[in-house]
């Protein structure tokens, strides 16, 4: 297990990671992190590794971009002095691209992507034990899908900036892909994009897997 | 134009055409034909051929499948008396064997809905002056997708029907494909099924240029 | 069709144009563009000339008179950078003197109002690639009512300054009354103002015939 | 004054009559009377003639037709047992005919009304002290315009069965007219249909003024 | 009618006065005024004197003392610059010493009632045409009452100071004694303080009797 | 003390007991005694007499009078099979008399009254261990008041029963006009009626003290 | 894995089972499993053993005592026709023993509890495939605690149950009862009840545990 | 008693006191003392010693510690000028270590507890005539519970605070304690620190014990 003993975890992002979390403090009592992959990742620490104290602080806030990670970094990232860092963002830097194709302002292209999020890393690296890098990703099978080609880059920046960064990298996308082999996009999630229970336990376990967790620990 | 002095146009179908219509009357003041293409085609034939005073009917229901068409279809149809007839079924029948694959008494397959719709359709057919059959649609524009595929399976039938039946026949899935070129799925529909008001005005124009609406008239 | 490649085409006016859209945005997914005339004009653009990516911005607010669109003038139209701009605006400059007739102070006379349009209009115009001015209008086929006299003469306004600054014209009234030859306004409007989507999509055909919209295109 | 002590005051109607009262008892604390004419027909009683103790009670219901008084009569009004009873109905029955013009079994027209009216009034006028007929009535001054028109030929039945069975007439719609000719209908009434706080006054003191209410009684 | 063309009238007031009217503004469509007696002032002026354009606003606001006028005298009513002004206050500053008896920097003594009330008064009354002074009431028919009592004391100072300055007099009390020796006050008002609508006409027509407003013209 | 180990205490009577009280079961967790008299004295007797397990369940239904507690008797009172009952019923019976004072068949008159609680009574007393009568009462220290003289004549009548059928009997008029001697009715009670948690607590006190409750038990 | 392809897995239970999820059908989209241990075990199947397409279906009622399951599973649990089925009832047995300890007709003891549920397990073991028995806990860590024994004593008698129908056994109050020494009660539970996604997350994986569930498996 | 006429007594603390008062004034009409143990105090004081005006206010606020009531001292007490105080915190600075062990900055430990504690009461104590401090209790009658003992640890510093700065001590956990060898804390408490109406009796009681209150008194 990669973490220690009172160590402060915090997860940041989009939708994905808000989950309708409790805003702004992102911890707390009665359903405080949310009902996603961060929630569930607290709840297997909490039940698991109880001894260790881990504080899981959620910081995902919807409709997010890396744009506007940068924005809020001082205060929602280094101001909370995190031993442990987790970044998953781009879905809406793509999402836009094709959802909303005439408002070019919103769109997030690649190279933007990739400055802003490799100079938040940098700075942020030095200043924590670990940071967790998770790609975005899209609930579709098809790699010829023109989001799902657009995505794959965005994860692709992700695994370069990881490998350049020595940083922890989940290739969320692969978790997903081979699970949509079995089943339909549909049946994890409405919008290909927020997913149910299912969806955010794989989420969960691909991170706890990557931090050594140990599922055979009572 | 098809259509006569005073007749009556009934549409059923599933959610697309439902579009939060009143219930149980299906027409009347205040957005009683609900928001889609059914007000659209009312409202094209209301302020171009207000002469001819056709009264439009919305029984449309949410999430119906053909086999809940069969259930009411004496008091919806039959006993509604339409001088014309719109179906437009089997988006759910394909699309519960994609989102919730396992609960499979949820399903229509294929040689059910075959026979149920045939049936209807022969049915209702001497008793209108004309029946016109949309095909169900999927927004999705890869062929190989596995729900496109069964979706092309079902628009098959219904085009097979309409021809032996000698009804106005709409392949709705054409439509949006012509379409699906150009903008990403994404764009129309935020789950690949429920089109905003583009969506919903190419379905409209797709009906009224069938029964012979002239975009000239004033 | 008049508008080009990636142009901006931005709407502003009184509750016709409002229609509930997005605030302070006027733009983007889940009906940013509201329910009336300005979804559908963006509607039809989107599924039949979605390779022009022609981005709609709906920038008009209920109750407003023309004395208001002064007011926000810079914020809302100057600093979005419209290539094109549609102004529809009078309706409640006119009302409020029949159905508030001795709250003076909320009544816009037609020499304010003349004048704060032209003004508008000509400082405006050499910014843009094309205006267009939509007359105010009221449901009303007798043309010896009061009010719709007075309408009118709003609407003669709108017409000579569109003349003399040489900008497209639509006189919405005109539309209107000759359906009204045929149906009794109760049928497009409860109050004689707010038309159903019959009336709406009469107000968005007329506005892409004056631009060059081809209804045979696909 | 025609009433007498402690007898019961019964007012049957649509939407004009009904202004929210409390359903089904149609009297009692707290507004149960509704905020329109009927309740200020019983204020006035109780402030200026409490010793008589006139019980009012409100029987109208939204929409209602003339057909639908048909139906509920003997439960709302024969078995009320009421000392006085007071009609108007029939806005609905014309205004369906100019707002859903193109469905016609909502409509009621003129034979059917007259039938129906005088088929109650001939039947309840021996069980009744004194019975009052209020034709409907419609907020637009100008006669030629075609709603009006009719609504007044409905009017004309009102006062020829009012005469004829010998109850107490009043004519909204001249009560109305002659203040029309001072203000437009759009300050007294949104839809030229439900007045405000004056137009129910004026209809109060019609009725007051009729059953021979004394302005100067302490 | 002591009103002249165009003249604006102003109502201020507490909750009697209030009545959920439109705040700030006071006046407008849909029930601006409140549902009380300043609504019925005002609909019984548009109906019978409509030639006369009358502007009614309300500026009372629910749970005011004299104090709270004072604060607010500039901005409500010096800025308004009304015609004419009537003040009906005084129900607070007395019904505080008996509901939250402890509560004494919530009470309004008598001499603080008179001396601001007599400023306020004497210092507008040059700047409009004529004020109107009401009592405050209390809807209790026995004057040994000790709230009645000091109402009555609040009330002697409110004639007082009406016939110093020159100030049109209601004694809104006298009015409704009058009414509780016929009935209890439990059928004007739950609270003995907020009428219903016959408690209501009861103050308009005391109103409009002193400013010569005539019953039997149309 | 007399309550003997696990008996159940009843309380059936209007809105003063009612409170918002669990329906239709009257007792559980959460609130179900309803926040009044009821819920302090299970209170006071769980806090202090835990030891005897008292089962206090509240049948209080807002609005009651004593011809509605004869109607549901039955099934709210005797298959409840209580050890001890309470009622207090009466302020409707003579409350509708004052404030809808023309709506006569809402009233109870005092014969009625006597006849319909003596009958009660007489038939459920074999059945319990213990019955208490409270009187209704009226907040007004005016024994002059004509509601006030009324609502005494019904507390006699009370007060006669229990003499004769020999049931503990509470003078709840009397425990309040001791205090509003002291305190204005209005610091109690909004309405002259529903107390605040002074009153219920004043009630609930003088029920203990009756059924021999020792406030100096720990 | 226990399971085999296309089987049913049917829970039943209180509100632990519950969890809000849909009604009556207990499966579907859109958490219609509820947010607790049963959605979670359905994602942790989906997920990774989704080629076995096994259904779960959830019939927990919040509130319910083994009592309860009696009456209603003829139709929640046999005309489900499920192939494997999940008990976990007993909780509010103990509980209301304890929080309406006067109210014993709401409280199931032990001898109806062993009796009920023995004869509901022994009749439905032959019609399924496997029966797997939880038992009631309480998060409570001191053994002497009243409650925590009462419960421990229910507890012992699913075993008892389940060893003499061998079924599978899962002792919940071990696997609580092993975090409660590492962190404290109100850390899992609110009301040392209802735990959050910390304790709905064990009771999920000791299910799994005990049918099989590889954590390996990808 | 100790109070004197018309003083002011304040309660502050946390969300025991809190429950639900008015905010910002914490008194006034309409439950505006909220429905715990301060507003039974109040009820008390207004029903028996009514002549004493005694004005009770409660500045409570929900999830207070002694560090938020530090922050807030001079605008809720000293500004408030109170003659009496009392003071009850703590549970909140226990809870929080108990319920999220992993938020150490949401703890306020024992050292800080009394060292802010004992500054507030030391400032104070000369500006009023008496001051009480009750302790904060946890429901729980093991008290080898980790919880219960810390939690006593905190209600010795009171102690120690109130004896050595000669304020009157209130040993709420004392109260309870009693109490809960007779029924379980369920029976009080969802969550062991809200109490029911029982609950917040005993704290009023004990409250009113200490302070002199007769309970002969009428």
Known sequence: MEFKKDQKLLFIGDSITDCDRAKPEGEGLFGALGNGYVSFVNAFLTSTYSELGIRVVNKGISGNKVRDLKERWQEDVIDQQPDWLSIMIGINDVWRQYDVPFIKDKHVYIDEYEETLRNLV?????????????????????????????????????????????????????????????????????????????????????????????????
């Not at 099978?141 to 350049?164: C, F, H, L, P, W």
């Open 122 to 218: 940098e700075k942020t690296k030095p200043m924590v034990e670990g940071l967790v890098l998770m790609t975005p990703y899209y609930l579709e099978s098809n790699k010829e899908d023109r989001m799902r080609q657009t995505m794959d880059q965005y994860g692709s920046v992700v695994k370069k900036i990881a490998e350049e960064t020595d940083c922890i990298f989940i290739d969320t996308q692969a978790v997903f892909h081979n699970v949509l082999e079995k089943i339909y996009p549909a049946a994890l999630a409405w919008d290909r994009v927020h997913p149910n229970d299912a969806g955010h336990l794989l989420l969960a376990r691909a991170f706890l897997n990557k931090v050594g967790f140990d599922w055979n620990k009572e």
